[in-house]
């Protein structure tokens, strides 16, 4: 159904989340998801500092500064401080950020490393790395399936439609449909996709549904040394270019998707975090049985992963922050601009942030799904649904 590239055992997840979409759980979809979800994030934590240094390292031939990120009030604090250079644009967005900061989305969590090089007796920021939330993992999958099934209600229309034109003995270009018969085909379609998913009737494989940018990381390449920059990356062990889309517009940047073979050896030679022994710890497992597992889970699963490279200078990752691209306003407009928003795409929604939170929750034991996708519920249900994930008890 859909695939997280930056992840291990990702077909093992795209099965899961298939397996729900259907209401068919599997008794050992708990523990499975939790290993996914808890693993994944200790291994991405160990890999993604790795890859970051080393694609910082092609730019700056210095020792790089760290600092831990929890907010977007952390990175945004510091891009306006220690600047590389100045302009009237870059003046006026500092200027608006320091005279109402509280206007900036600076709550926003924001799980990520900043990075830096002593400038001019102070550090000047050169980018950073982050992790996506499990929230915005579960919107953004949701929104890809919900596109997906859209296209595939509108195509089950549009057979609908040819149907009667054939009746009519008419070409479908001469069908002249009202609005409100429109609309009955429409969810005459949704309500076939239903039963389809309902009754366990395979849909079609939608081998697009990739979410690629899991972990990314955010470089200042000033425009002259962009071509210098993607030569080093393209020469660098480890690292192989599998995609590179411009933007041009409100928003400015180069976008690579870079497959990523870690030294999965030296990345196992790290400690582990406390979180990590925490949270397995729900299911009778001690630190040594941890790092057994934890080792087993990383030896046994793909050789690479898939990380999200975002290529901007100066001002424009100031405009992607605080000025006219920025990036909680384009979240916000993706939200808006769904296309289809039936009962459907909010079980989907839902189905999606369920599982995240499941795997964040101290529950052991998965005996029912509370939510059918061909089902109809009123958001409080989901409210309480939620809630009850954090109740004590199993």
């Given at each position: ?167 009519l003995g008419i070409p479908m270009e001469l069908l002249i449909t009202p609005q409100s018969e429109m609309i009955e085909e429409f969810l005459k379609a949704e309500s076939r996709l ?11 494989e939608n081998h697009g549904m990739i979410i690629r940018d899991v972990a990314g990381i955010k470089v200042i390449v000033e425009d002259s040394h962009r071509q210098h920059f993607f ?145 109809r519920y009123l958001p409080d249900y989901f409210d309480g649904v939620l809630k009850s994930l954090y109740d004590s008890g199993t």
């Open positions: 159904m859909i695939t997280f590239s930056g992840i291990l055992h990702r077909d093992a997840l795209k099965q899961l989340i298939t397996r729900w979409m259907y209401n068919a759980p599997d008794p050992s979809d708990a523990e499975i998801l939790n290993r996914l979800v808890h693993f994944n994030s200790a291994f991405i934590r160990s890999y993604l500092p790795a890859f970051s240094e080393k694609i910082f390292g092609l730019l700056h031939d210095v020792p790089l500064k760290m600092r831990k990120a929890t907010s977007k009030a952390d990175l945004k604090d510091v891009i306006v401080e220690n600047l590389p250079y100045h302009n009237p644009r870059i003046d006026a967005m500092v200027s608006a950020y320091r005279i109402d900061p509280g206007v900036y989305y600076r709550e926003t969590p924001f799980q990520g490393i900043l990075y830096f090089v002593e400038h001019s007796g102070g550090l000047r920021y050169i980018g950073s790395n982050r992790i996506k939330r499990s929230r915005r993992l579960a919107e953004k999958a949701a929104r890809r399936i919900i596109d997906r099934m859209y296209i595939d209600i509108r195509k089950r229309a549009d057979a609908l439609a040819r149907d009667r034109a054939l009746h239903l039963d389809d998913l309902k009754n366990g009737r395979p849909m079609e030569d080093r990356v393209s020469e660098t062990r480890c690292c192989d270019l599998l995609e590179r889309e411009d933007h041009s517009g409100v928003y400015n940047a180069i976008n690579l998707i870079i497959r990523y073979q870690p030294d999965k050896e030296e990345l196992l030679s790290n400690p582990m975090k406390r979180q990590t022994f925490d949270f397995m710890q729900k299911w009778g497992m001690g630190p040594d049985e941890v790092r057994r597992v934890f080792r087993d889970f990383v030896l046994e699963a793909e050789e690479s992963v898939e990380v999200e490279v975002i290529v901007c200078n100066y001002q424009e990752m100031l405009e992607s922050e605080i000025g006219q691209s920025m990036h909680e306003e384009r979240i916000l407009r993706q939200r808006l601009d769904q296309q289809y928003k039936g009962q459907l795409a909010c079980n989907i929604e839902f189905l999606m942030e369920y599982l995240f939170a499941f795997a964040e929750s101290e529950k052991t034991e998965l005996t029912a799904l509370p939510i059918r996708l061909w089902d």
